[in-house]
């Protein structure tokens, strides 16, 4: 499954800037929400074992999620995820990420990509299991990239998460029990190696145009579209483009114009 491959790159590239960081180096704070690089690590660790899981075993990812629940009720998922890893942080944590990460890409390079697996709300393919792994390292990777003052060099692989981000036009509005636009604006974005992306149908008055890491961001939520080139034509693409979230949850607005950057180096 080309999926799985597409996360193990992913998971590789953030490795490659996290592993040389030295324990101390790893506590600094990123600009999402006061988490450190750890926490971040963290998260990513803990919810690649919880896919796995939902692949391998739905017995214990059963377990897992009750665990999830019970924590919610008494703290919150951040409480949940450093009681989970109990002192596991620093260089150690790091390690074991990447150790678990590559099993798991080799798990989900196996498996059937049309297999129902449970998640916390409605069961999703293997596919779209691996495929919002590769978002979610992807998405969090980019404050860890920001906070590091360092460019992201991006691969033909980030097309899954364009495609998450088309899937998700109708859930960007239910989710926020708004009416879903008739028509998706017509997407034409430029990969990473040059080629040219297309989706929806071709409307002069609903489209969006420009780097396909940029859409990428604008889903993920980790750039306000101020602070992007995308060219957006029409209300619905610039409505769209104000609140879409290609991630599971309560509704989120994007982070505010200015605030999710590179840092200088």
Same mark, same amino acid.
């Given at each position: ?8 790159t992913?998971s590789?590239?953030l490795?490659q800037i ?6 101390s180096?790893?506590e600094?704070?990123?600009?999402f929400?006061?988490w450190t690089i750890n926490?971040?690590?963290g998260?990513?660790h ?5 896919a796995?899981?939902?692949l391998?075993?739905e017995a214990?990812?059963?377990a897992f999620?009750?665990?999830v629940a ?9 409480d949940f ?6 002192n596991?942080?620093?260089k150690?944590?790091v390690a ?5 990460y ?10 059937d990509p049309?297999?129902r697996?449970p998640?916390a709300? !409605?069961s999703?393919s293997?596919r779209s299991s691996i495929? $919002?792994?590769?978002?979610?390292? &992807?998405?969090? +990777?980019q #404050?860890?990239?920001d906070?590091?003052?360092l460019k992201r060099?991006?691969?033909?692989h ?9 899937n ?8 926020r029990?708004?009416?879903? !636009?008739e028509?998706?604006p017509?997407?034409v974005l430029t $990969?990473?190696?040059?080629d040219? &992306?297309?989706y +929806?149908? #071709?409307?002069?008055n609903e489209?969006?145009?420009?780097l396909?890491?940029?859409f990428?961001q604008v889903v993920?939520?980790?750039r ?7 060219q957006v ?5 610039a409505?769209?483009?104000?609140k879409a979230?290609c991630f599971?949850? $309560?509704?989120v607005p994007?982070p505010p114009?200015?605030t999710?950057?590179t840092?200088?180096?």
């Amino acid at each position: 499954m080309q999926q799985a491959h597409d996360f193990h790159t992913e998971s590789d590239a953030l490795h490659q800037i996290v592993q040389p960081l030295s324990d101390s180096g790893l506590e600094q704070v990123t600009a999402f929400k006061g988490w450190t690089i750890n926490d971040v690590i963290g998260h990513l660790h803990i919810w690649n074992i919880a896919a796995d899981l939902s692949l391998r075993d739905e017995a214990v990812f059963r377990a897992f999620f009750a665990e999830v629940a019970a924590s919610f009720q008494q703290g919150s998922l951040k409480d949940f995820e450093r009681n989970f890893l109990e002192n596991l942080r620093g260089k150690a944590l790091v390690a074991q990420w990447h150790e678990d990460y590559k099993e798991i890409a080799k798990n989900f390079a196996k498996a059937d990509p049309k297999a129902r697996l449970p998640w916390a709300g !409605p069961s999703m393919s293997a596919r779209s299991s691996i495929t $919002a792994r590769l978002m979610e390292t &992807w998405a969090h +990777g980019q #404050e860890i990239y920001d906070l590091l003052g360092l460019k992201r060099q991006n691969g033909d692989h980030i097309r899954g998460i364009v495609v998450l981000g088309v899937n998700t036009f109708g859930w960007t509005y239910k989710n926020r029990r708004e009416d879903v !636009p008739e028509q998706m604006p017509y997407l034409v974005l430029t $990969a990473p190696s040059g080629d040219i &992306w297309t989706y +929806g149908e #071709e409307n002069g008055n609903e489209r969006i145009e420009g780097l396909a890491e940029e859409f990428c961001q604008v889903v993920t939520q980790t750039r306000n579209i101020a602070d992007t080139h995308l060219q957006v034509t029409g209300a619905v693409a610039a409505d769209w483009m104000q609140k879409a979230q290609c991630f599971a949850g $309560a509704p989120v607005p994007p982070p505010p114009p200015g605030t999710r950057v590179t840092k200088p180096r």
